[in-house]
């Protein structure tokens, strides 16, 4: 796959190790950074807190979003980067076990790229996230 970080932020540890290996056995070798709340999503992205040290100019090629998260929720996430200039053209996938209609419609009122569903099956998980890495690593031409 191209070049070009992920971020999950992700707060189950189920889900994340779960993403993690359908991630490896797609043989998607991007390096995932893992954030485990919104607020700390938000501190990766615009260099604050523990990431105050963080190289700004190394976004992400795509995040990957729970909407269910401690602190911030997902959704104000998503709000807080489509608001920010150095953001707002980020790809952000929301991937939820959310199955209501209202979760899709905010999320892509508030400009969410793709809202995915997280497939309960370890196949199709693995299936959905070869398709994912596929899709936003090396199909999709970002902006530079």
Same mark, same amino acid.
């Given at each position: 796959?191209? #070049? #070009?970080?992920?971020?999950?932020?992700? $707060?189950?540890?189920? $889900?994340?190790?779960?993403?993690?290996?359908?991630?490896?056995?797609?043989?998607?070798? @991007?390096?995932?950074?893992?954030?485990?709340? #919104?607020?700390?999503?938000?501190?990766?992205?615009?260099? =604050?807190?523990?990431?105050?040290?963080? $190289?700004?100019?190394?976004?992400? =090629?795509?995040?990957?979003?729970?909407?269910?998260?401690?602190?911030? =929720?997902?959704?104000?996430?998503?709000?807080?980067?489509?608001?920010?200039?150095?953001?707002?053209?980020?790809?952000?996938?929301?991937?939820?076990?959310?199955n209501e209609e209202t979760d899709v419609k905010a999320?892509?009122?508030?400009?969410?790229? =793709?809202?995915?569903?997280?497939?309960? $099956?370890?196949?199709?998980?693995?299936?959905?996230?070869?398709?994912?890495?596929?899709?936003?690593?090396?199909? @999709?031409?970002?902006?530079?």
């Open positions: 796959m191209r #070049g #070009g970080l992920i971020l999950l932020v992700e $707060d189950q540890d189920d $889900d994340v190790e779960l993403t993690l290996r359908a991630f490896s056995q797609s043989n998607i070798a @991007n390096e995932i950074v893992v954030v485990r709340d #919104g607020e700390e999503a938000l501190d990766y992205l615009f260099t =604050s807190g523990p990431y105050a040290d963080r $190289d700004p100019s190394l976004a992400p =090629s795509v995040i990957l979003l729970d909407l269910k998260l401690p602190k911030v =929720s997902g959704l104000d996430v998503l709000r807080r980067i489509r608001a920010d200039t150095r953001t707002r053209r980020l790809p952000v996938v929301v991937l939820t076990s959310s999320s892509y009122d508030l400009g969410a790229n =793709s809202f995915v569903r997280k497939p309960v $099956d370890l196949a199709q998980f693995i299936e959905a996230a070869h398709h994912l890495g596929l899709y936003w690593l090396v199909l @999709n031409e970002p902006v530079t």
